[in-house]
């Protein structure tokens, strides 16, 4: 999961909704502060955790 700073604050993004928010980290200047692989955080958006598998 990616942590944004958005003008409307911090929130964490799933790679999927990090996609479909491209225009507006473009348009807004959202700067990526950094990734964290937590099974626990949950996206901002679609309310779901890491969907990616890691191993
Ligand atoms: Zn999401």
New binding site residues.
Partial sequence: MKLWVTPQGDRW??A??EQDCAQAITEQGWRMAFVKIDPMLR????K?GDVEIFD
């Fill in positions: 993004l799933c999927e909704c996206c901002a958006e679609c779901q």
